[in-house]
DNA sequence: CGACTTCTTGATGTAACTCAATCCCGGTGG
DNA sequence: CCACCGGGATTGAGTTACATCAAGAAGTCG
């Protein structure tokens, strides 16, 4: 990670969507801002956590490894989000997780003793961050259900839904970079069966292919593979 | 739900395992305090959250239900713990999941806005429910990781060894009552393949059975697999 | 004792993973 | 400028883990 030589408006730190501005005098102060490229690791499961990260720009994956060639990805944090604080625990300090810049990127590091400094002193921080992470636990269980009992099909027309949600449309097309291996471990499982039912959702209208990226055409119909059509019998 | 008539020490509420002190005197002031019975469901996802609960005595599991005949463990909340903490949020007041009680047992019932009050002007209680919400979606993302990618086999056998490590041993056996199908719905597979999988761990000298209960002969068997033997080709 | 769950087992189906071969395309160097 | 190379994209075939269905056995409760 290369230490940035501009400066960046702390405006831009927030959590999740909701901005924090009992935050910002804080960042001023304590504040190191980094370069990172494309595909660069951050920090990676089972480092020592040393702190908190927000994102200036770009989208950087949060991800869960398995074995040596395997992972899922949990989350991506977006322009203004947190990361790296599911190192805040109180049995460990080592990071769960590994994040990973998708595309070039800018973050802003906290030291995670100061973090926790001004979390004990500021209590609208403190409880702004509690449900921000209740938030996290609800969407995180939601998709344990849906690994458990969706199918594929259902999963990949999700995260696609999802994903157009949350980027909005650029070009035609879902406004993010991913390849098709991380959509893979986005929604857990192997490139190639994720490969097929791409093919199939274009070949049911549902989605059409712009260059590499996707755009959703037939939402509705999309929306239909998520439910739980076995319920109806 | 029966309102009950028996005095109970407010000694018992915990925050996981994590006494919160500051949390008593409130208590007295505002509880409410219930019998409810074995199967009995204490509220269900899609209820309106109304507030949280912590566990006098007995075992609660909180689950997600998907379609009308399946769903999924997420957690068993045990005596001293908190449950129905997944309705606070910052977008919604429904319940995203449902509470039913394992066994007979007594629960505590706090006002949620009375909750939220507190939480407000209590900075260290604030920042231990954080750190709580901070671990359980460490928990959550790990068994969702394990979902994508651990056989049924390693699941069960994951499951089981946290369930002894939980709730101890008893009488020779692993000290819960939970139903096969819970445990199927535990591990996120159908009754009938847990059951093979049991039958399996037994004839492998892994675990014995005690009437209906379980109990981990080797330790190590079982650890070995819930590793990514994969990776090691 | 009979009705009713829960357990047990076998047979069968299938979604999804794995492995492998070929294709396509952009980049690189001669 | 074109031939070559390498890595991702694409497709097929085989395998497997797991779900599903079905049906009998064994508890269990009124």
Redesign the interface.
């Known amino acids: 990670m290369k230490i940035s030589k501009k400066e960046y408006p702390t405006q831009n730190c927030y959590v999740s969507s909701?901005c924090l501005p009992e935050w910002l005098p804080a960042i001023n102060v304590n504040k190191k801002i980094y370069e990172v490229k494309k595909g660069e690791v951050i920090f990676k499961e089972g480092d020592e956590v040393t702190g908190v990260y927000f994102v200036y720009d770009g989208n950087i994956k949060v991800h869960?490894k398995?074995?040596?060639?395997?992972e899922?990805i949990?989350r991506i944090a977006t322009k203004g989000g947190i990361f790296g604080?599911?190192g805040?625990?109180?049995?460990s300090n080592i990071y769960?997780?590994s994040a990973t810049a998708l595309e070039n990127a800018t973050v802003c590091f906290i030291d995670l003793a100061f973090f926790y400094t001004t979390?004990?002193?500021n209590?609208d921080l403190?409880?702004?961050?509690?449900?921000?992470?209740?938030?996290?636990?609800?969407e995180?269980?939601?998709?344990?259900?849906n690994?458990?009992?969706?199918t594929v099909k259902g999963r990949v027309a999700q995260a696609l839904l999802q994903l157009q949600e949350k980027f909005g449309i650029k070009d035609r097309a879902i406004d993010i970079i991913l390849s098709r291996q991380d959509l893979a471990s986005y929604v857990?499982a192997t490139y190639e069966t994720v490969f097929r039912t791409i093919n199939e959702l274009v070949l049911e209208n549902c989605i059409s292919l712009v260059g590499k990226s996707i755009l959703i055409t037939d939402n509705k119909k999309l929306e239909g593979f998520t439910l739980?059509t076995?319920?109806v019998k």
Not at 140 to 145: G, N, P, V, Y
């Open positions: 909701n869960k398995w074995g040596s060639d395997k899922l949990l604080h599911r805040l625990s109180s049995k769960p997780i979390l004990k002193v209590l403190a409880f702004k961050l509690m449900l921000f992470f209740a938030d996290e636990l609800q995180s269980e939601r998709k344990m259900r690994l458990a009992h969706m857990g739980q076995e319920s």
